[in-house]
């Protein structure tokens, strides 16, 4: 049975190469079609294809002269009563005053939700980086330097009197200052030893 498939594979391989060849040779090859188009050429209708000498030399004779226009530039130069009237015009804008860009806003703050409040900060081992202490509520969020808090805020200094962020969505900074009723309330929450 296996010598019958290859039997069969074999005279479907012969049949393809056969109609392979076939196509292939009823084309033009690419001389015989370039010896086509010269054969169809149109020869141009100049009576004298001579070089004209003295039309040659009268063409290297000639001097250019510009009118000030750049041959390299579709924008054509200003006419002369156009720069007359562009002088015009500065000359009536020179005498009033300038006109001032409108000043930008200030630029805006980030703060921290209303609930957040930061309330202390610490070193825990000595020489390493401050610990910010912030409060929700219930609970506390002992944040590092360099840290983001609830994903959104990212502590960038922490100091004695104001904690300095950065929006992590926006970029804009901000600052938080020390909440002194939350030290106090704090202090009255946490167990006594």
């Known amino acids: 049975m296996k010598q019958k498939n290859q039997i069969i594979v074999l005279v479907v ?12 040779w009823n084309k033009e090859t690419p001389a015989v079609q370039t010896a086509n188009s010269i054969q169809n050429y149109q020869v141009l209708a100049e009576e004298d294809p001579q070089i004209h000498w003295d039309v040659l030399k009268g063409a290297q004779a000639t001097e250019y002269k510009s009118n000030g226009r750049n041959p390299f530039s579709v924008i054509a130069p200003p006419t002369p009563k156009e720069i007359q009237d562009q002088k ?3 000359a009536a804008t020179a005498n009033q005053p300038p006109v001032l860009p409108p000043t930008p806003p200030p630029p805006t703050v980030a ?6 409040k930061f309330f202390g900060y610490g070193n825990v081992p000595i020489g390493s980086t401050r610990r910010a202490f912030f409060s929700d509520g ?10 983001t808090l609830l994903g959104r805020y990212r502590i960038l200094k922490i100091g004695n009197t104001n904690v300095e962020f950065q ?9 938080a200052p020390l909440d002194e009723q939350a030290v106090s309330a704090a202090a009255a929450a946490a167990p006594s030893p």
Do not use: M, R
């Open 13 to 24: 391989l012969v049949v393809v190469a056969g109609l392979v060849w076939a196509f292939e």
């Open 88 to 90: 015009d015009k500065a």
């Open 111 to 116: 703060k921290l939700p209303p609930n957040l």
């Open 138 to 147: 219930e609970d506390v969020y002992i944040v590092l330097e360099g840290e």
């Open 167 to 175: 929006e992590i969505t926006s970029g804009l900074p901000g600052t």
